[in-house]
């Protein structure tokens, strides 16, 4: 089945900087690829995706890139703001209809 | 439109008791979704559900018993906990396989 590694564990930046997230799955098969956050004690929630026909994909100051050939995909964050704070996971969706998630990165933006 | 949700929201265990989760949505979504958050591990899948009447065991299974009698409802049973099965316990529902929606979660501790 579909396996997602997902690095750093843990992310500080400086609030203005920008933050990267980078995710590798294993299956060839796997076709689309959300993230979500989750902020500390709440639920997680979809905040962007992107499926395998496309590269890039953005949404103000977050972007995802996928590299099908290499099979991993990253989550891009500029501009980071205090509220950026959260758990990020990606996942990956598996041929069986369901999704596979990464271990999750805990980002910390600091004023 | 509550959307999804779940109860309880926290509880607490003997070693050996039962209980059942219980996810609820009210979006007419086919697919339901079992997970477990633990530190470090992110979202484990434990059983998901395509339709009313059909389940189907994730990454996680063992220890947990599931039924879909109804569409908008979906339960999650502990026959005899475990203290191995303290976690947060997500439920997520969507039209589709890659279009998930968290419930608020339900916090179980196993003593």
């Known amino acids: 089945g579909e396996n997602v590694e997902q690095h750093p564990s843990t992310l500080s930046v400086q609030e203005g900087d920008s933050a990267v997230i980078k995710c590798t799955y294993s299956d060839s098969a796997s076709n689309y690829f959300p993230w979500y956050k989750q902020e500390l004690g709440k639920r997680p929630q979809l905040i962007i995706d992107i499926r395998s026909n496309v590269g890039e994909k953005k949404d103000q100051r977050i972007a995802v890139t996928l590299n099908k050939t290499a099979k991993h995909f990253s989550l891009h964050i500029t501009e980071t703001q205090p509220e950026d704070s959260a758990v990020y996971f990606c996942?990956?969706?598996?041929?069986?209809?369901?999704?596979?998630f990464g271990t999750g990165t805990r980002l910390l933006v600091s004023p | 439109n509550a959307g999804v949700t779940q109860t309880p929201k926290f509880r607490v265990l003997k070693t050996g008791q039962s209980m059942t989760l219980l996810c609820a949505q009210d979006?007419?979504?086919?697919?339901m979704y079992w997970y477990r958050q633990d530190p470090g591990m992110g979202l484990r899948l434990i059983h998901y559900s395509v339709g009313e009447g059909t389940t189907a065991k994730g990454e996680v299974p063992d220890g947990y018993n599931v039924s879909r009698l109804k569409k908008q409802n979906f339960l999650l049973g502990l026959e005899s906990a475990a203290p191995s099965q303290t976690s947060v316990y997500f439920c997520?529902?969507?039209?589709?396989?890659?279009?998930?929606?968290f419930g608020p979660g339900t916090r179980l501790t196993v003593t």
């Open positions: 997520a529902s969507g039209p589709r396989a890659r279009e998930q929606y």
């Open positions: 996942a990956a969706i598996e041929r069986f209809q369901k999704l596979v």
């Open positions: 979006m007419n979504h086919e697919y």
